[in-house]
């Protein structure tokens, strides 16, 4: 699997990003996908994860702001992001697992929120 994440950048704190991340190559064997994020300094932590039946769940930091979602049709994985704080600014990396828990890694985008 082939993932390709898009949509960081710079934001105020309190404003809003979609993040994107398309997946090609063997799609069928995607079990869950999620967005993980590293800060600086920091061990790379899970921020939301959803399975092939639509079932998600989030850090607790991020609970009623972050919502993630996918187009099964259009093989993408969405991370919609409101009400960002600067200690959300990371590098965040799409995730998919087979159902053998094999991972596979996108390249990582920047997000940064400006206090």
């Known amino acids: 699997v082939q993932l390709v994440a898009s949509g960081g950048g710079l934001v105020q704190a309190g404003g809003s990003l979609r993040l994107s991340c398309a997946a090609s190559?063997?799609?069928?064997?995607?079990?869950?996908m999620g967005w993980y994020r590293q800060a600086p300094g920091k061990e790379r932590e899970l921020v939301a994860a959803?399975?092939?039946?639509?079932?998600?769940n989030y850090a607790d930091s991020v609970k009623g702001r972050f919502t993630i979602s996918r187009d099964n049709a259009k093989n993408t994985l969405y991370l919609q992001m409101n009400s960002l704080k600067p200690e959300d600014t990371a590098v965040y990396y799409c995730n998919s697992r087979d159902y053998f828990n094999r991972a596979s890694w996108g390249q990582g985008t920047q997000v940064t929120v400006s206090s």
């Open positions: 959803i399975t092939k039946s639509d079932s998600t």
């Open positions: 190559g063997s799609i069928l064997r995607i079990n869950t």
